[in-house]
């Protein structure tokens, strides 16, 4: 890891989370401690929706996340709620810790087959939690299918029921939950989709585990966090340090001919937008005339006839950053101008159609690009990505994004912006993030073109690749849920320097 990052943002694999539970068990803290903690944790997120009174229904598992539902059942029985258990299995089997929690519910226990949904307000689901490794199946299959029916409202313990703490994805039936009460640290599978919609509002839970302790040298070192500011903030670059536009770097793009016109135009005024002092489009001749014609007037541009001329524009001009990709062109002159850039040391973002070529071209380009003096963005989409990994060992769908990302990042170099609505930013060393800002009237033209855009503005002004790259993510989707629908992607970058002025506020 070449980053310090507050370990608030952490992000904990499963093996990570139980981990952390035995860090702090051996140093003292006893496991029913932490049990009954995150039991009054889901207790107190039941109370904040249920009145005296009402009926909860409490379906507890065979685990440890059963063991949480029957510290809650309790509490809430204590506290007025008319309070309904049911167990996935049979009391004797239960051991330990949830064997313990099991010893203090003196109300009957019901089987999960009798349950009438109809009958209860609220619905806790302490089924299964973030470790679930097979897919559910059955009568508690079943049992899910009518919990989701019924339309109750739902707290799942950890995670819902039948989603994979590490991908997110799903095992056969889920819960819907209303609210999911985690502890500690979240999991990736709270960030990325379709943990992330099932999911509902995230309470994270303090259940007495120590960040110094099991963050100790020697213990758990997180690599994948949520994406926020203070994964980044401090890489910024200081706008009183630039004192000309060179000083503040510039940004070259790539751009194909004239039935292509916007989408280098709308990643160029991202990046000047973002601080770079200068954004050059580098174009075919015959676009040079319509960009001339097009705003903004602090966009410059240039022609290059072939590989040559482009070649000899990146070497005349100072270049602290290139955008490659957008509306370049699918042409073998356009392939020739991403083994140009790939060839080159500017750090680059590759993009749009420069992804489409490399994954054309998998083994030699990738091979150019881990060879690559100078640092690397790649940006796909899902569909991108798929063309160009998608015949390759260890991208399988059910390896997960998160994995997925980090495993192109390996095999390329590079950084890897996998975009979705959740998308992942990975690096070579191994770090991740999860990003979740952003707005479904981002899923137009565009947009993506805007997000190069960005991060090239933010890398000619000496940000770190995988910095540059998280910090652009999270500001599009900030400016995305700023403008709200209606938005088009020319209104992306004049959103920005009211976003980065609070981020100083």
């Keep these: 890891m070449t980053s310090v990052v507050p370990s608030a943002l952490a992000l904990l694999s499963v093996a990570e989370m139980a981990a952390a539970d035995a860090i702090t068990i051996a140093v003292g803290t006893p496991g029913i401690v932490l049990m009954e903690k995150a039991g009054r944790a889901v207790a107190d997120a039941v109370t904040r929706r249920a009145r005296p009174g009402q009926r909860v229904l409490v379906l507890c598992g065979p685990g440890n996340n059963g063991g949480d539902g029957f510290v809650a059942a309790r509490l809430l029985a204590e506290r007025g709620c ?148 203070d994964l980044w903030h401090a890489h910024l670059p200081d706008p009183a340090a630039g004192v000309h536009k060179y000083g503040r ?35 075919r001749p015959d676009a040079l005339a319509a960009h001339a014609g097009r705003g903004p007037d602090a966009l410059m541009q240039a022609s290059a006839a072939d590989t040559p001329g482009f070649e000899a524009m990146l070497s005349e001009r100072k270049v602290d950053a290139l955008l490659i990709g957008p ?13 140009t850039a790939l060839r080159g040391a500017w750090p680059c973002v590759f993009d749009a159609d420069a992804l489409t070529h490399i994954g054309a071209h998998r083994s030699a380009f990738i091979a150019q690009l881990r060879r690559r003096a100078g ?37 390329t170099g590079a950084v890897v912006v996998l975009k979705g609505p959740d998308t992942v930013i990975a690096a070579p060393d191994g770090r991740a993030a999860i990003n979740d800002t952003g707005s479904p009237a981002l899923a137009t033209a565009g947009s993506g073109d805007v997000l190069g855009g960005i991060i090239a503005g933010l890398l000619a002004q000496k940000v770190p690749a995988f910095e540059a790259a998280c910090a652009a993510v999270w500001l599009h989707g900030r400016a995305g849920e700023a403008l709200g629908m209606g938005l088009i992607a020319d209104d992306l970058p004049e959103a920005l320097p009211a976003i980065l002025a609070q981020l100083d506020d």
């Excluded at 810790?97 to 009958?119: F, K, M, N, R, V």
């Excluded at 940006?379 to 495993?407: D, N, S």
């Design 327 to 339: 509306a370049l062109g699918l042409d073998a002159e356009a392939r020739s101008w991403v083994a």
């Design 249 to 283: 770097g510039a940004v070259a793009v790539a751009a194909g001919g004239l039935s292509g016109v916007g989408a280098p135009r709308l990643g160029a005024r991202a990046a000047l937008r973002i601080g770079a002092g200068l954004a050059t489009i580098i174009c």
């Design 375 to 411: 640092p690397a963005v790649l940006t796909p989409h899902e569909g991108e990505f798929k063309r160009m990994f998608g015949e390759v060992a260890g991208f399988e769908p059910e390896r997960g994004k998160l994995e997925r990302a980090r495993h192109a990042a390996r095999l």
């Design 82 to 229: 008319r309070v309904t258990l049911a167990l996935a299995g049979e009391r004797a089997a239960l051991t330990e810790d949830a064997a313990l929690a099991a010893e203090t519910w003196t109300g009957p226990i019901e089987t999960i087959g009798t349950i009438d949904l109809a009958q209860h307000d609220l619905v806790v689901d302490a089924l299964f939690g973030a470790g679930l490794s097979r897919r559910i199946s059955g009568e508690i299959e079943a049992l899910i299918g009518r919990v989701n029916a019924a339309g109750r409202p739902v707290i799942a313990v950890d995670v819902p029921s039948g989603i994979y703490g590490d991908t997110g994805l799903a095992g056969g039936a889920v819960i819907h939950a209303a609210e999911t009460v985690t502890f500690f640290r979240r999991k990736p599978g709270h960030l990325l989709h379709p943990g992330r919609a099932l999911c509902g509002v995230v309470t994270l839970a303090d259940i007495g585990i120590q960040p110094e302790t099991v963050f100790a040298p020697g213990r758990i070192v997180p690599s994948a966090f949520r994406n926020a500011p």
